[in-house]
């Protein structure tokens, strides 16, 4: 058989284990943003209720995000000493444990088991945020970022799942308000157990375990730098908004079925543009699809201080969502230029520990802001890091043309990762 004939056959194949891949990462976004949902939406007002001060209503979610920030490299040695798979596998395990142990809390009236169980629930979605990086192992250079946001797309159900298995079943066991939610979101996670145990990847080859280059030299180059910071206030700014908006509606006299019908409209926004986002990257390049998601960030911040109507919240969440999904997938697109195969694990691992980490010191002064200062100023702080990516980012751009033009000029070609 010819050269090309095997090269090609190789090629079709991988393309075929990859697009198999997106299926099961895709059904088990969905499943882990179902759990998610959950935590989001009823995390501060359980909190408001078992907490001995209203002040710390919002700490349940920020030890939520505590945990996505601690699990990110732990994820990544994992997955490069074991194989991706393992380390899914292992997160869905925690995620039955969140449930499990978030119903108990209740059904006790422990704020600290409470806190606990969200823990484990961050340490889980820690493990799910890698999904996305996940689906682009293997695939070519121009499906990487339509795989990215395939799989991301699989949050459009959690937008539906979670937020109506909220309102099924949070008044199931009276008074305890949302223990039975917690019971069934275990179940759900044993679900995804099923589906990422399918998952067609292999371990590492003992050739990628100390290959490539050291992560100081990776991670100081200007397009992480930019990938990184974007990443880093997309995803915290959008998360602090998400965070305090169910208390904030409910300080507000809105009603539960209020704040969980923005919840899963906001969970629809993030998602649901991942049908097209990747082929807007594809066409657009991902800077400006970055910086078009922090400009919505920037606006649903703005239309979150313009009033405080359950349409005003609404709206704030959905603008909110879609500006997130764009910035963010966005800037992990432009993590997967920075770094070769052999490198991805631990450099992928690294861009969400400091994205998480961010999350973490930012999330635990979201209550405290919204209890002393209020609503309005949880929207005023958005903009500050907004300017700040959008600057950064323009500038790296700029350099990166410059150096295209100066190599077109030298008859040299850009540097390959």
Same mark, same amino acid.
């Given at each position: 058989?010819?050269m090309?004939?095997?090269?090609?056959?190789n090629?079709?194949?991988?393309d075929?284990?990859?697009?198999?891949?997106?299926?099961?990462?895709?059904?088990?976004?969905?499943?882990?943003?179902a759990?998610?949902?959950?935590i989001f939406?009823?995390?501060?007002i359980?909190g408001?209720?078992?907490?001995?001060?209203?002040?710390?209503?919002?700490v349940?979610?920020?030890?939520?995000?505590?945990?996505l920030?601690?699990g990110?490299?732990?994820t990544g040695?994992?997955?490069?000493?074991?194989?991706?798979?393992?380390?899914f596998v292992?997160?869905?395990g925690l995620?039955?444990l969140?449930g499990?142990?978030?119903?108990?809390?209740?059904?006790?009236?422990?704020?600290?088991l409470?806190?606990?169980a969200t823990?484990l629930?961050? =340490?889980?979605g820690? $493990?799910? #945020?890698?999904?996305?990086f %996940? +689906? *682009?192992?293997g695939?070519?250079?121009a499906y990487?970022?339509k795989a990215?946001s395939?799989?991301?797309?699989?949050?459009?159900f959690?937008g539906?799942?979670?937020?109506?298995?909220v309102q099924w079943?949070m008044?199931?066991w009276?008074?305890?308000l949302?223990?039975?939610s917690f019971?069934v979101q275990?179940?759900?996670?044993?679900?995804a157990?099923?589906?990422?145990?399918?998952?067609d990847?292999?371990k590492?080859?003992?050739?990628d375990?100390?290959?490539?280059?050291? =992560?100081?030299?990776? $991670?100081? #180059?200007?397009?992480?730098i %930019? +990938? *990184?910071?974007?990443?880093?206030?997309?995803y915290?700014?959008?998360n602090?908004?998400?965070?305090?908006a169910?208390?904030a509606?409910?300080?507000c006299?809105?009603?539960?079925?209020?704040?969980?019908?923005?919840?899963?409209?906001?969970?629809?926004?993030?998602?649901?543009p991942?049908?097209?986002?990747?082929?807007?990257?594809?066409?657009?390049?991902?800077?400006?699809?970055v910086?078009a998601?922090?400009?919505l960030?920037?606006?649903a911040?703005t239309?979150?201080l313009?009033g405080?109507?359950?349409?005003?919240?609404w709206?704030t969440?959905?603008?909110?969502?879609?500006?997130w999904?764009?910035?963010?997938?966005?800037?992990?697109?432009?993590v997967?230029e920075t770094h070769r195969p052999q490198e991805?694990n631990?450099?992928?691992?690294f861009n969400d520990?400091?994205?998480?980490?961010m999350?973490?010191?930012?999330?635990f002064?979201s209550?405290?802001l919204l209890?002393?200062?209020?609503?309005?100023?949880?929207?005023?702080?958005v903009?500050?890091p907004v300017v700040?990516?959008?600057?950064?980012?323009?500038?790296v751009s700029?350099?990166?043309r410059?150096k295209?033009?100066?190599?077109a000029?030298?008859g040299?070609?850009p540097d390959?990762v």
């Amino acid at each position: 058989m010819p050269m090309l004939d095997v090269t090609s056959a190789n090629q079709i194949a991988a393309d075929a284990r990859v697009r198999a891949n997106v299926v099961r990462l895709a059904a088990a976004q969905a499943l882990t943003g179902a759990n998610s949902a959950v935590i989001f939406a009823t995390g501060a007002i359980v909190g408001a209720t078992l907490a001995p001060d209203m002040s710390f209503a919002t700490v349940p979610i920020s030890m939520y995000v505590v945990g996505l920030a601690a699990g990110t490299l732990p994820t990544g040695a994992i997955s490069r000493r074991f194989g991706r798979r393992a380390a899914f596998v292992i997160g869905t395990g925690l995620g039955a444990l969140t449930g499990l142990l978030g119903s108990f809390a209740i059904l006790h009236g422990s704020f600290a088991l409470f806190c606990i169980a969200t823990f484990l629930g961050g =340490l889980y979605g820690s $493990v799910a #945020q890698s999904y996305r990086f %996940a +689906a *682009a192992d293997g695939a070519s250079v121009a499906y990487r970022p339509k795989a990215v946001s395939w799989v991301m797309a699989g949050g459009v159900f959690a937008g539906v799942l979670g937020p109506q298995l909220v309102q099924w079943t949070m008044d199931v066991w009276q008074p305890y308000l949302f223990a039975f939610s917690f019971l069934v979101q275990a179940a759900v996670a044993l679900v995804a157990m099923g589906i990422v145990a399918g998952v067609d990847m292999p371990k590492p080859a003992p050739a990628d375990l100390h290959g490539g280059r050291p =992560l100081l030299t990776i $991670v100081t #180059q200007p397009r992480f730098i %930019a +990938a *990184a910071l974007c990443g880093v206030i997309s995803y915290p700014m959008m998360n602090l908004v998400m965070t305090s908006a169910p208390l904030a509606m409910k300080l507000c006299g809105l009603s539960v079925s209020d704040s969980n019908f923005g919840i899963q409209w906001h969970i629809v926004a993030m998602y649901g543009p991942s049908f097209f986002t990747g082929a807007l990257i594809a066409r657009f390049g991902a800077p400006k699809i970055v910086a078009a998601g922090l400009l919505l960030e920037a606006g649903a911040a703005t239309i979150g201080l313009s009033g405080l109507t359950a349409m005003h919240f609404w709206a704030t969440l959905i603008v909110l969502g879609v500006g997130w999904n764009f910035s963010f997938i966005g800037a992990s697109a432009l993590v997967l230029e920075t770094h070769r195969p052999q490198e991805r694990n631990k450099v992928q691992a690294f861009n969400d520990f400091l994205v998480f980490g961010m999350m973490a010191i930012g999330s635990f002064s979201s209550g405290q802001l919204l209890a002393n200062y209020g609503w309005s100023a949880v929207n005023m702080v958005v903009f500050p890091p907004v300017v700040l990516g959008l600057a950064v980012l323009s500038l790296v751009s700029w350099a990166r043309r410059r150096k295209a033009r100066l190599d077109a000029a030298m008859g040299e070609f850009p540097d390959a990762v």
